[in-house]
């Protein structure tokens, strides 16, 4: 199963709430598979390459979740999208110092538009989305083991940022 989501939705650290769950980032798989080039901060990977490679039938071993902002392009059977209102995942960014601002801002709407998510759900694929927004780590990790457990889908129009004033006005407003 993919854990993906736009940077700063909180997959690394619901991950990191799940250490019965045999999980890998992204970067470290492709790090392992000798598809990453630089520095772990700043890996490039070459998608191409990690999804033909994924394609094989022993190649993720034990590994129950595969998680980054990449692995719902990878050819996995279910992904969880973690959601963030637009708003609230730019004060996230913000405060993680993560990326300069045109890389936040993009995230921002990369969100709003639901980017992630509809990439997500690909022919055959199962997809549930979970909103992170205003949520506790540990709750958000006890819903991810619950879809582990027993799968419910949801569907691709579930969050509709766009018509939240509050995302609006912010997207629109003066730069941050």
Known sequence: MALTGTPGTGKSSVAAHLPDVRSIEVGALAADWGMAR??????????????????RPDAFGDVELVVGHLAHLLPLRRAVVLRCRPDVLADRLRRAHRGTAVDRKANEVAEAVDTVALEAYGPGRRVAQIDTTGRTIPAVAREVRA????????????????ADPRVTDHLLGPPR
């Open 147 to 162: 879809r582990l457990v027993r799968w419910r889908s949801t569907p691709p129009t579930r969050f509709r940022w766009l």
């Open 38 to 55: 630089g520095p772990a901060a700043h890996r490039m990977v070459d998608l191409p390459a990690m999804i033909a490679r994924a394609r």
